[in-house]
């Protein structure tokens, strides 16, 4: 029996681009050698989705669709991609075409050389704009600061697992708050990297906003990170120094121009305080509330309907 690449993909919303998407992929995995399953995951679309799915599934048994109750996120789809595939090696991506079908060939030889994570490295995303580039590449460089596990800069939704480390995933990292792509990087086993340049998107727009973007940028540090918690012995250190510099300096006015006047010496450091204090306390509540949702051990994903599954 031959060997079989299962292919996830996402949706929300991505009606104008899923005919598109099907063509360009099945004319790439109908050139290979190996054999293929089709998983789309729809992620609660509120448009026609479904229907151009459930068409495609109909017409083609290689094409199998999962449909969730309501929108869970993007990451929650991919898990569910990850969890229905049975392939020999699985590969993730968007419906919208920025991730190139054409890569498919290449993560297969990859494969092929015995690699079981690839991780794909975005070197050029036009459509982007210019902000979320720097942003991307500011988070990167930031988390790898901060975290032990060090990430490839500018990787993205599109990689590529073999099914031994589909295991892992399916069985061990089941947070209710994740990073993907992360978890992928940090099981280990011999990984590699495919440079590949993010095509236009065929349709609709990105579903990640600014707000969304920094949201998920500080769950995935505090997932991955212990560091923030820390913060305030480093601010008590510092709150120290001040108060001793402070101290000597009012010994000094005192000796010299008699009684001080510190009212707005004592007000700055107050504010400044009081700023450090509410800082540290937000971060404390947010890794509360991250350990408040994995105690709830509410689902990640409800399956609503399934197409040749």
């Known amino acids: 029996m031959g060997k079989k690449i299962s292919v996830v993909v996402s949706c929300y919303n991505e009606e104008l681009a899923l005919g598109q998407y099907y063509m360009e992929t099945t004319k790439v995995l109908q050139n290979i050698d190996w054999d293929y399953e089709l998983i789309f995951v729809n992620d609660g679309s509120q448009d026609g989705s479904f229907d151009i799915l459930s068409d495609l ?5 290689k094409v199998k669709v999962v449909s969730f109750s309501r929108n869970f996120g993007h990451e929650a789809a ?3 991609g990850i969890d229905y595939s049975n392939g020999d090696a699985i590969v993730c991506m968007d ?4 991730h190139p079908p054409e890569c498919i060939p290449a993560i297969l030889e990859k494969i092929e050389e015995g690699y079981d994570v690839i991780s794909m490295v975005r070197t050029k995303n036009e459509s982007a704009g210019w902000f979320k580039n720097f942003a991307s590449a500011a988070f990167y460089h930031l988390i790898n600061v901060l975290s032990d596990v060090k990430f490839e800069p500018n990787a993205s939704d599109f990689f590529a697992i073999s099914k031994k480390a589909a295991k892992i995933i399916k069985n061990n990292y089941r947070e209710k708050v994740r990073f993907l792509r992360g978890y992928v990087q940090n099981i280990g086993f011999k990984k590699t990297s495919i440079e590949y340049e993010a095509r236009d998107r065929v349709a609709g727009e990105s579903k990640y906003s600014i ?13 991955f990170s212990n560091l923030p918690l820390k913060l305030g012995i480093y601010a008590g250190g510092m709150a120290g120094i001040l108060g001793l510099i402070m101290m000597a300096y009012t010994i000094w006015s005192w000796a010299k121009v008699g009684t001080p006047n510190g009212y707005a010496t004592t007000i700055v450091l107050i504010c400044f305080m009081f700023a450090v204090l509410f800082f540290l306390v937000g971060i404390i509540g947010n890794y509360i509330a991250i350990l408040f949702t994995e105690l709830k051990d509410r689902p990640i994903y409800i399956v609503g309907d399934t197409k040749n599954i």
Do not use: Y
């Open 57 to 61: 599934a109909d017409k083609n048994p």
């Open 211 to 223: 707000r969304k973007l920094f949201t998920f940028s500080i769950n995935t540090i505090m997932c």
């Open 95 to 98: 419906a919208d075409l920025q």
């Open 78 to 80: 991919m898990i569910a």
